[in-house]
């Protein structure tokens, strides 16, 4: 009976996390819309609160391509292989009743972010076209790329905590926030963040003018919009994931939503406002200063660690 509850209750937020995703997309082109003085979606609905079922509505009834030389089974799996690791990965969220809450929810956390690498790959390469494998292999670098300085981030922070578990970082946090105290790793975390879910400025993977589209140039209609689904699906994860990392929400709590939503807006107001990275310093940013950076808090705060420990006893 319970196994029944939790498989319900995780449905049930899944349906939710779409329905945000479809809102998501409204609030980012009304928020672009001011951002560049001009009115966003107003006409559909009230407000143009109907804009995103109409937006899915017109993409899943759109005509599907069928590239002649494509994979076919690996071209049509990777999408819905993408937003399945999108969706998934909402399972470590620490609710406190009826959810799939467990011990090792920051590893399985890093595992779905490493294996959404693979759905990139597949589209770009069963796609059969030059151009698509171009972009594929340009964002699979740029992703592995920062998922490195995100996992030495979190482990730093984890050094603190002393668990896996996304649950302790709430506990640790109700009287002061890790952003206080690794201020910079925050921002190192943003970052990364936008370049993990291929955001402006670091949005290579979907917006390069010599590639047409990177790896997702032969998708239309439905495969587009399942991948697209997957991308901001993930934005609200690492947007939720960095209020209970560096702010220490509790999820039963509105305030939580809020800070969310807050970082969602950062994610959209980068968008509007800064041009895109050049790709040939793309790699330095990671290296040079990512890495460093990250490397020298993790000693840092596993210093501190051991001095709180040795205080202690």
Do not use: H
Not at 57 to 72: A, C, I, W
Not at 99 to 110: I, K, T
Not at 192 to 208: H, I, V
């Amino acid at each position: 009976m319970m196994v029944l509850v939790k498989f319900i209750s995780f449905l049930v937020l899944l349906v939710m996390v779409l329905v945000a995703v479809a809102f998501f997309t409204l609030l980012e082109r009304k928020i672009l819309g001011y951002i560049q003085i001009r009115k966003g979606p107003n006409k559909v609905g009230f407000m143009g609160l109907l804009q995103p079922f109409s937006d899915a509505v017109k993409l899943f009834t759109k005509e599907q391509t069928y590239p002649t030389l494509s994979n076919f089974i690996p071209y049509y799996l990777s999408p819905v292989f993408s937003l399945f690791i999108s969706l998934i990965v909402w399972c470590v969220m620490p609710f406190d009743t009826g959810f799939l809450g467990f011990e090792f929810s920051v590893l399985f956390f890093l595992c779905c972010l490493s294996a959404g690498v693979y759905s990139t790959m597949g589209a770009g390469w069963a796609s059969n076209s030059k151009y698509s494998l171009l972009g594929c292999l340009r964002a699979v670098a740029q992703t592995i790329s920062y998922e490195v300085s995100l996992a030495l981030i979190l482990l730093g922070l984890l050094f603190l905590i002393s668990g896996l578990s996304l649950e302790f970082f709430e506990n640790y946090q109700r009287y002061f926030w890790f952003l206080g105290v690794a201020g910079p790793l925050g921002f190192l975390w943003f970052v990364s963040c936008l370049a993990e879910s291929n955001r402006t400025p670091f949005d290579f993977a979907e917006g390069e003018s010599e590639l047409v589209s990177g790896f997702n140039t032969e998708y239309s209609g439905g495969g587009f919009a399942l991948i697209f689904m997957a991308e901001y699906a993930s934005i609200l994860f690492l947007s939720s994931l960095f209020s209970i990392v560096f702010l220490g929400s509790n999820l039963s709590s509105i305030i939580f939503y809020l800070k969310a939503v807050f970082i969602g807006f950062c994610f959209v107001w980068v968008r509007g406002t800064l041009p895109r990275y050049r790709y040939d310093k793309l790699m330095n940013l990671t290296w040079k200063s990512f890495l460093p950076v990250s490397l020298n808090y993790c000693l840092f705060l596993a210093g501190v660690e051991v001095f709180l420990n040795v205080t202690m006893i």
